[in-house]
């Protein structure tokens, strides 16, 4: 049984960062492509970035050059770094484990407001 658990959410202001993190448990963590997706109120749920089992980064273009996803394989925990937070990003963010069947976390609140 794969499960999700994502930390780090919380209120920020406009410029702000923050660090979500998204540890995994019961299956090979190393071995599958992680991701970020997030959902606004009233909107759909939107991919972010993802990072391939071998480290590759891909974003949104809403993202890029603002977030960094990274991983550590010896944690089995995947990273979201955002910097320069817009009004924009206020969202819950969900992990999701890529595989012959996706996982999803439980998601976590980000909101940026002043």
């Known amino acids: 049984q794969v499960q999700l658990v994502e930390s780090g959410g919380g209120l920020v202001q406009p410029g702000g960062s923050l660090r979500l993190s998204c540890a995994a448990s019961g299956s090979i963590f190393s071995m599958n492509s992680m991701g970020w997706y997030r959902q606004a109120p009233g909107k759909e749920r939107e991919w972010v970035a993802t990072?391939?089992?071998?480290?590759?980064?891909a974003y949104a273009s809403s993202v890029k050059g603002r977030f960094t996803i990274s991983r550590d394989n010896t944690k089995n925990t995947v990273y979201l770094q955002m910097n320069s937070l817009k009004p924009e990003d206020t969202a819950v963010y969900y992990c999701i484990m890529f595989g012959s069947r996706n996982y999803w976390g439980q998601g976590t609140q980000v909101t940026v407001s002043s």
């Open positions: 990072i391939t089992s071998g480290g590759t980064p």
